[in-house]
Each structure stands twice: as C-alpha cells, then as structure tokens.
C-alpha cells in the first residue's frame, strides 16, 4: 500500500489542528531566552535539558529538548523547511517585530509578501528557520488557490 492510496484505508483519518512541534537543540538555555525572551512564546514548563511553551491555545505548541549537540548542515531539500507562527493582524505589528528582532541581533534571511500574509523569516539559535506573519487577506476561505499568489519582496 502507498502512501496516497486511500483505497484500501480501513477508517476516514482527518487531522484537526497542527498540535506542536518538537525541536532538538544545543542548549536549551540558549533556546528558552529566544522563543521566550526574544520571540515572546509563554514557557509553561521547564525541566532539565527540556521546555514546554504554549500561545494559551492549547496544553503546548513547542517542546525543546536539548542534545548538547551542534546542529547538523542540512546536506539535503528534503525534511522541514521551516515553522510559521502568527503574531498578528496587521503590518504595524510586523514592523514592531522586525525592529525587535533587529535590536536582538536575529538573523533574518527573508521579508515576503505572500498576498495572504505578510512575513519575516529568520533563524533561531541552532539555525532552524521560522516565519513570522500576520494575516492580510481572508480570500484563501472561498477560493484556497489565492495561497498560491505569487510571492513578492517585502519592505517594512
């Protein structure tokens, strides 16, 4: 059985909602003080070489587990490419967070206008890339192709 035939599928399976997502990383230490500090993600749990971190919407979005490890090159395309958390509805808010972001020293790798959103993307501490945006446009809830609108430069 492939992947993509749902043909023999014994029972319908729909995801919900994206739940969390688990990074590894060097320090967590390092980690905490960016996804907390820098990016403003509310830490609810902290253990050795572990944190938990939650927007209030669900238990938790983001656990960080630390390996002490460095992060490895990425020596392919394939695997996760990066991580989109909303901080708003609007481009004031984004601006707020570039010059935020630029105070901290945070690489930012990228500004775009994707129609719908309006994004920074920039790395975290062992050089996973993430995406901060604010939504635009609601026309992606009757007609889903609008996601696909080509992307352009943005200036903030």
Do not use: C
């Not at 238990?59 to 996760?80: A, D, V």
């Not at 939504?135 to 609108?149: E, F, R, V």
């Amino acid at each position: 059985m492939h992947y993509f035939d749902n043909k023999n599928a014994l029972t319908p399976m729909q995801i919900k909602e994206l739940g969390h997502v688990v990074l590894y990383v060097k320090d967590v230490e390092r980690s905490v003080h960016f996804y907390r500090d820098i990016l403003g993600f509310r830490m609810i749990a902290h253990a050795p070489r572990m944190a938990l971190f939650s927007s209030g919407r669900t238990h938790h979005e983001l656990l960080l587990i630390e390996t002490g490890q460095e992060p490895q090159s990425r020596k392919s395309y394939n695997g996760l490419y990066h991580i989109g958390f909303k901080i708003g509805d609007t481009v004031e808010e984004l601006k707020a967070a570039h010059e935020d972001l630029i105070k901290a020293g945070v690489p930012i790798v990228g500004l775009t206008d994707h129609y719908v959103t309006k994004s920074i993307y920039l790395l975290d501490p062992d050089g996973n890339e993430l995406e901060l945006y604010v939504d635009q446009a609601t026309d992606w809830k009757t007609d889903p192709t609008s996601i696909l609108a080509r992307p352009e430069p943005l200036q903030l």
